[in-house]
């Protein structure tokens, strides 16, 4: 009997079926995550947002299973042959996998042998040899002789009944999940580089001779074999065993006597030395090879794929969260550099919205070598339009301007200026998109790269859902990924970072106001329209003039909006307006004024929020309006800062062991974090040295634009390493030839992290290279970049 969806989510997520239940309803009457997490808490029994996301995928999927499961039973109906213990089966299958088993006997298919042989009228003859071993195959086959149908002699025969055999064996479904299993958990993946390729292929060299069970193989490295593989520089074998040679390559793996063993068990098949059983343990053998083995390779390899794929999404995903949510710098004039050699370096000031104020481009590197007219540019821009930040793009150029700006800074201290390094990622895309030519008009193109730098140090959020989520270059094998499976992730990442920051409704761009919840991109361009023909929104009701804004679309986006200075404080606040009813009590309660009582931690937290409960708002609600009144309208961002390096030290030479620093995480990776220490050259953390405890994920510790404190432990000046602990009472390392930990030298700087061979730059045009849209390109432009900066590559 089928689980119903609801229950199985509800187990799944350990849950009430309940709290589900109430929760597929919302999603159903078109509420997004962000709305039914922040504001239909007593509905759905406080779910929380990532709740809701695992019960959404899981609903997705588990329905088309039951659509799948219906088709299938169907069609077996239809032939006639759906009795009732096939169907208690199919309703059984709790997996799309195993339902396809299940059918695989019943799918239409072209004529195989194993047809044409029952056609022959040649099945007889093999249950006749499977249920009675006893009998002699050629005297047997030799009654089944018959030239008009096909069949010429014994051996013909023999062949007919050994063919409905095999595709009976290859077709049995709990046979076939019970080896494929055991493969899993038994087997590896063994890869070879292909004769003549080594040079063409070195970024594979890692994988010329390589081979690790399927159970450990991480997501990164299945994604560069089968990229290798793909580029015809690697042959990859998946053998079933770990312990066997490697398997003819015709066959992709190589059969072994204990997956023959099991499927003769299977069909009661043993050498007893009666006339048909070494006819029968052939047969075996032979669908073991020809059809299973084959079958069993392309199902694991499609497992290891998506296995590699879920985890690739999840870590572009949590990358893609980490910058989006980045501390802002907030409301500060800033000028933006776009690094560049032969280009120059394109400058733009934007005042504290964002508006340009001024652009140019400065050529102090090569060629030109224009470094004190550059820096005297600099300077001027910066004491005319009052600068308080330089964001400098990290990309081709960016260690070379970012010494220009540490020179600007140290021949003009007047100017107290605070230099930051901001990723660019994306930059030309949103340069050169449709936007970006109606928001900046008069801009060249190059130009526009460094204004979104500068406004991405302001708000990094607001700047970056400008740009598809694919083309910032967070992910590894981006191009490798499924496009639909990806933009999906991407896309719930954006609208779950943009509704928890909440969005100012007069000053938030299109590409902004379209990850709002209930908003898309046209009901967000009638607002920004409305907004520039009638003037700024002075209360969240107004909106309900926007054309095709009705109460639904009002409903789901009403909270996430803020009307900062408007006629009603509330408006600027997360409290959604249906609840102001609820805060009427409390003013009423407390004999306050809004004003007054916004704010107030003391008279707020002398409140009992039961007491303001009610049949429509229960106790999670009102707690979320009095934790909203004391903090209105609060950024869940943390606060902005920058790392204070230390004077003195610029280069990795500068470096001793035991020196304590500050600095900021520049990237996260399975085996440590990067860490800038004011050097031009990252430092490591290793995993092993980020806390006393067991460091399962580096995450667990540190996130990129984190500002710690580190020890110098080893630097290795002729590999320009520099090792480095957040556990400071460690002792430094004895010079040591800049060896790495044992988890980095496996998973660090290998080749497979960046086999495609492109730097940071992949989203550049012109001298940056290929563009995001691009094959070939490497994806994981963060991570490559800081191993380069590392020194590990």
Known sequence: MTVPINQRIAEELGVRERQVAAAVDLLDGGATVPFIARYRKEITGALDDTQLRTLEERLRYLRELEERRSAILESIRSQGKLDDALQAQILAADSKARLEDIYLPFKPKRRTKAQIAREAGLEPLADLLLGDPSQDPQAAAAQYVDADKGVADAAAALDGARAILVERFAEDADLIGDLRERMWERGRIVSTVREGKQDAGAKFSDYFEFAEPFTTLPSHRVLALLRGEKEEVLDLVLEPEESDPAAAPAQNVTPRTGYEVRIAARFDIADQGRPADRWLLDTVRWAWRTRILVRLGIDLRMRLWQAAEDEAVRVFATNLRDLLLAAPAGTRATMGLDPGFRTGVKVAVVDATGKVLATTAIYPHVPQQRWDESIATLAKLAAQHRVDLIAIGNGTASRETDKLAVDLIARHPELKLTKVLVSEAGASVYSASAYASRELPELDVSLRGAV???????????????????????????????????????????????????????????????????????????????????????????????????PKAFEQCAGFLRIPGGDDPLDASAVHPEAYPVVRR????????????????????????????????????????????????????????????????EKPSDLQPGMLLEGVVTNVAAFGAFVDVGVHQDGLVHVSAMSKNFVKDPREVVKPGDVVRVKVLDVDLPRQRISLTLRLDDEPQPPRGGGRGPQERREGPRRDQNPAGGGRDEHRRGERGRGAAGGGGSPDTALADALRRAGLV
């Open 452 to 550: 979104s730098i500068a406004r991405r140090l302001q708000d990094p959020l607001a700047e970056l859902v400008k740009i598809d989520p694919k083309s910032i270059g967070v992910g590894q094998y981006q191009h490798d990924l499924s496009e639909f499976k990806l933009s999906r992730s991407l896309d719930a990442v954006v609208e779950d970072c943009v509704n928890a920051v909440g969005v100012d409704v007069n000053t938030a761009s299109v590409p902004l106001l379209a990850r709002v919840s209930g908003i898309g991109e046209s009901l967000a361009e009638n607002i920004v329209a409305h907004r520039d023909a009638n003037g700024p929104f002075h209360t969240r009701a107004a909106l309900k003039t926007v054309s095709r804004l009705g």
């Open 586 to 649: 409390i003013l009423t309660s407390t004999k306050q004024e809004i004003k007054a009582l916004i704010g107030n931690s003391a008279a707020l937290r002398s409140l009992k929020p039961a007491d303001f409960v009610d049949d429509t708002f229960g106790l999670p609600t009102v707690t979320d309006i009095l934790r909203e009144l004391e903090k209105p309208g609060r950024d869940p961002r943390p606060a902005f800062r920058t790392a204070v390096f230390k004077e003195g030290v």
